[in-house]
């Protein structure tokens, strides 16, 4: 099962997220963190920058990409890891990869990122936001719980979410290259961030619905290390919440995330 941890605040969840990249760290200053965008990991990228670490040899892999936008576009993913996560962690630019930074054809991107992950041997701590319509990563209802990197195309819902990051909705791009459930699933360790009520739906189909792809994010279920950190809004349609906030006050004292 996953462990749930109901928290006050996204500032309190980027605590979280904070303490398990110390601890990594301190057994691997090379290890490697899986990036996620959009606004629910901002405080834990937020918290790990407070602590000072040394992330200099940490690699890094961005979950996803939009296809389309140029080379520099400041809402390309690129842009954003690079202002939101390696100028302010102190990350080393070269050791961070995007899905289709490396200058090759398209069409094959997928397998290259595939091909990089696995030579960097694999992910430790994956950060994951939810999307209203349940992807993880931009893996949209329908997308195989075996899946790699690949290009998708993006639901209506998924741009019209993020349309506020763009000058007009018709500007957000209509496909994207992102890494599958069945790569999000090799990471050692998953961090599920979401916060607000808007993600309570997505949040409850993900942590107890059934198994299905049309609830992607329910992929997490068949991963042994998943720490889901969500605030009170985002709980809200948990119908076990009691249970999760009783586990995690009776936690034993070498259970951290
Ligand atoms: C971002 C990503 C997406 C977002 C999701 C939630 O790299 O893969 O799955 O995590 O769309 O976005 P926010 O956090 O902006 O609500």
Known sequence: MAEVVIVESAEAGGEITADAVVALIAKRPDAVLGLATGTSPLSS????????????RVRGFALDEYVGLPVGHPESYRSVITRDVVEPLGMTPALV??????????????????????AAGGVDIQLLGIGGTGHIGFNEPGSSFGSLTRIKTLTARTRADNARFFAS??????????QGLGTILRARHLILLAFGASKAAAIAAAIEGPLSASAPGSAVQLHPHVTVVVDE?????????????????NRLPWETP
Do not use: F, Q
């Open 45 to 56: 990228y937020e918290a790990i920058a407070r602590r000072s670490l040394d992330l200099s």
């Open 169 to 178: 909705p018709d500007e957000v791009p209509m496909h994207c290259l992102t």
């Open 233 to 249: 809004a985002a709980a809200s349609g948990l119908k076990n919440a009691d249970y999760y906030r009783y586990a995690w006050d």
């Open 97 to 118: 990869r995007v899905p289709g930074d490396d200058g090759g054809p398209l069409e094959t991107a997928g397998e290259r990122y595939e091909a990089d992950l696995v």
